[in-house]
Nanobody, 119 residues
Framework: QVQLVESGGGLVQPGGSLRLSCTDS????????MGWFRQAPGKERESVAT????????DYADSVKGRFTISRDNAKNTVYLQMNSLKPDDTAVYYC????????????WGQGTQVTVSS
């Protein structure tokens, strides 16, 4: 079964940094656009960043532009999300997913990784 595993979350103070990883155990999605999403308590899941299959094209939500960087290493079947200058509003469970026609393939949501930004 194809599985995406997110990791790298944790508790960080405002202004701090974290790097999230999303590993595709079988390399199934190396030719897919991949996206990072997040869901805060009581809110809908939202897109954070996307990256094309070769990594040449990226897109970011306005709320994270200039602070977050998405990247991928297809040789390692891994997509990363470098998060800098974190704010309390960034607190959420972060998920990755392959994307088709601009939408995430929800059948492949992993367990997510919790990011908590708090002093």
């Amino acid at each position: 079964q194809v599985q995406l595993v997110e990791s790298g979350g944790g508790l960080v103070q405002p202004g701090g940094s974290l790097r999230l990883s999303c590993t595709d155990s079988r390399g199934t999605f190396s030719l897919y656009t991949m996206g990072w999403f997040r869901q805060a308590p009581g809110k809908e899941r939202e897109s954070v960043a996307t990256i094309s299959w070769a990594g040449r094209s990226t897109d970011y939500a306005d709320s994270v532009k200039g602070r977050f960087t998405i990247s991928r290493d297809n040789a390692k079947n891994t997509v990363y999300l470098q998060m800098n200058s974190l704010k309390p509003d960034d607190t959420a469970v972060y998920y990755c997913a392959p994307m088709v026609a601009g939408k995430p393939l929800s059948a492949y949501w992993g367990q997510g990784t919790q990011v908590t930004v708090s002093s």
